[in-house]
């Protein structure tokens, strides 16, 4: 049994909205490339009694590959870049085996908020960064107050 090409019409003229908020609602390039790149970026974080630790491979960057921030007050931001060599990108070398990953790489933190955000500190060697974050001092107890009581 076939259908009444009026019905198809009307049906595809239902499907557009769908469709048209399956497009306008689609994940970015820069999105997919900043997950991607988050994905592929692995980190340790040790917590120590006074600082919060994250250790990430960097093999083979230099410093002014690396970007360390702190965002929005409280969120840490490690990112860079890794590219290839210029004699690669000329052409002159022809690739057999390519598994180093080469690109952008970058992954978020929320920091917690005993967090001193002005004394950060990054150190990148060997090939291995290392992202120190101290935390700040534990706010002192409040002592009691005493009330004199008066008598009238």
């Known amino acids: 049994m076939a259908m009444d090409p009026s019905l198809i019409t009307v049906q595809q003229l239902l499907g557009v909205p769908d469709d048209l908020e399956k497009l306008l609602n689609a994940p ?8 991607k790149a988050m994905a592929s970026t692995p980190v340790d974080v040790k917590e120590y009694p006074n600082s919060y630790v994250f250790i990430i491979d960097m093999p083979g960057l230099k410093s002014n590959d ?3 921030q702190v965002e929005d007050e409280n969120v840490l931001n490690i990112s860079g870049e890794r590219k290839r ?5 000329e052409g002159e070398v022809k690739y057999i085996r390519m598994e180093r990953r080469v ?12 967090c001193n955000l002005e ?3 990054a150190a990148c060697q060997d090939g291995v960064l290392t992202v120190t ?7 002192e107890p409040k002592k009691p107050r005493t009330i004199d009581v008066k008598i009238g």
């Open 66 to 68: 690396i970007k360390v």
């Open 119 to 121: 004394a950060i500190s």
């Open 85 to 89: 060599n210029e004699k690669e990108e």
């Open 103 to 114: 690109g952008k790489f970058m992954r978020k933190f929320a920091l917690p908020a005993d």
């Open 133 to 139: 974050v101290p935390k700040l001092p534990p706010p």
């Open 28 to 35: 970015t390039r820069s999105y997919m490339r900043d997950t």
